[in-house]
């Protein structure tokens, strides 16, 4: 590998300080267990989702980012009423498909990112239905029009919360 090329793959490299990573994650999972007992609308958003996209597509690794949506997954599944695993195994693969795209695609612009999470979001969404629906064995209706009605409002959450999130980031 020539110099030029290795100065570019460890220019682009960014990282949040832990503390950042650690308590955007926790705050996301408790926004999203207890916000809805005091607004309905609130739900509409899926936090620990926006993160979980956030964090993988910064590490660059899918191993990292299988472990990243594994841990906030299963969190989310202990702080919700449905049955354990069901989150840890889609934001899982969520984590580590996202990971997998960093090493092909160019995800630092915003706008890409944004397109990204609407696209997950979908897959997110299509995964819950698929585990409801064939491993649950309970009866789920998937319906299009809200399911991207919903993938727009996240993708416009995660402009916000990302744009947020970049304020912290910082070359290693």
Known sequence: MTASVKRLADADVLRLHPWVALSSALGALLLQAYLPLFSSYVNLADLPLLITIYLTLLRRNPVTGLLIGMGIGLAQDSLSHGPIGLYGIIKTVIGYVCSSLTLVLAVDPLATRVILVAGFYLLHQGMF???????????????WQRTLLLAAVNAAVALLVYRLLDRFRQRI
């Open 129 to 143: 239905w698929v585990m409801q629906r064939i491993v649950l064995e309970q009866a789920a209706v998937f319906v």
